[in-house]
Structures are given as structure tokens and as C-alpha cells.
């Protein structure tokens, strides 16, 4: 599970809070892809990495 900072709601995998001020909310789809590095920086070898902050 995840908690966000803004309300301290906690969210599941699929994207629903399940406690929190935003229970009961699901957050929109987020299309994305999955591939391997090797892959993806061939494929992009002008591809920026930024470390987060936690």
C-alpha cells in the first residue's frame, strides 16, 4: 500500500483508497510499458535517470 503526503490516504495496488479523507476514490488509469533495461536504454541511449527523494 501507499499514503499520500497531501490527504494521508492510503491507496491499494489497483489504485483505490482504502483509508483516508479520499477512501473509496480510485485514481485514473496510467498507461505505461514495461521492458528490460538493456532494452530501453538501447532503444533510448538518451534516456536522463533521476534519483527521487524519499
Do not use: C, M
Not at 3 to 29: C, F, I, M, Y
Not at 31 to 36: A, M
Amino acid at each position: 500500500a501507499f499514503v499520500d503526503r497531501q490527504t494521508g490516504s492510503r491507496w491499494n495496488l489497483l489504485g483505490q483508497a482504502v483509508e483516508g479523507s479520499l477512501k473509496g476514490q480510485r485514481l485514473p488509469p496510467l498507461f505505461h510499458t514495461q521492458s528490460l533495461w538493456f532494452y530501453w536504454v538501447a532503444a533510448n541511449p538518451t534516456t536522463t535517470i533521476y534519483e527521487g527523494t524519499t
